[in-house]
C-alpha cells in the first residue's frame, strides 16, 4: 500500500463529501477502540507510508500527527477498511498508553449511568502536564 507505486487503494477509498473518512483506533493488544478521528487522502497516505497514525484536524483545519505535542505515539500495526469502504480501522500501539487529551487511555471514558455521563476511566497523567504551553 505505497502511494508511489500507485494510487488505486486510496481511490477505493469512498470520502465523505468533504474528502474525509473517519478513523477508529484500537488497541492492538486490549481491543480497546482508543478514539474515532478523521483523515482525508493525505492524512491515510502518510499514516501508511509512516507507520504512524496521522489525522485531519477539523479544527485546526491541518494535518495533525497523533502525539505530536503529548508524545503519545500511535504506531500503526494494521489498517483495515470496512465493507462499505467508508470507514478506516486502525489497530495502533499507543505509546505512553494514553489516547485523550484528557490524560485517559481512549476518549470513550464516559459512561451512561442512570441518565447520567459518567467517566469510569482515571486520568492516568494530568494533562496540564502533557501539553505545556
Known sequence: ???????????????????LIPAIAQDENSGRVLCLAWMNRE????????????????SRRKLWRKGEE?????????????????????SVDQE????????????????????TWQAVDPVLKDPALIYKK
Open 70 to 90: 503529548s508524545g503519545h505515539i500511535q504506531l500503526l500495526r494494521e489498517i483495515r477498511i470496512d465493507c462499505d469502504q467508508d470507514v478506516v480501522l486502525l
Open 1 to 19: 500500500m505505497n502511494e508511489d507505486n500507485g494510487s488505486n487503494w486510496l481511490d477505493q477509498v469512498k470520502w465523505d463529501k468533504d474528502g
Open 43 to 58: 492524512a491515510l497516505a502518510l499514516t501508511v507510508s509512516e507507520q504512524r497514525a496521522v489525522y485531519w484536524s477539523s
Open 96 to 115: 505512553k498508553d494514553i489516547a485523550c487529551h484528557t490524560g485517559r487511555h481512549s476518549c470513550f471514558y464516559l459512561k451512561l449511568e442512570n441518565q
